[in-house]
């Protein structure tokens, strides 16, 4: 009985007119950025976040993670894929804006970290090069 009821129901479905297709959606209009692109935006611009002793300790923890296989723990480009037979790897800038722009693209054939570093991490990371460059010989 409940299976003729079942195919019963299911007889009745076959008369439902189809649902119209939606519109396309309109383009943005001039000038309009992706909601959150203007905080971001306002994250990654000069001169970032204070650089204090938290700042830099969060650079060194991401550096060592994102960059140190390539670029080595003195940023002179003497990672451990070096000695794996990768090519040279020129030494970092010490200037945190062409840190930045580094860390976002693919800048020299660099894997871009704008995917797995936020802003302020980014900041982080450029500061803690910008003194491991001030600091080399």
Known sequence: MRRLVLLLLLAGCDGWPESPKPPAPLPPPEGAVPRGAAAQQRALAAPGPPVDAALLAEGADRYAIFCTPCHGARGVGDGVVVSRGHPPIPPLPAD????????????????????????RQRWAVARHVEALMRAAP
Request: zero cysteines; a neutral charge.
């Open 96 to 119: 945190p804006a062409r840190s930045m722009a580094a860390i976002a693209e693919n800048r020299a054939g660099a894997h871009p970290m704008a995917d797995r570093l936020d802003p």
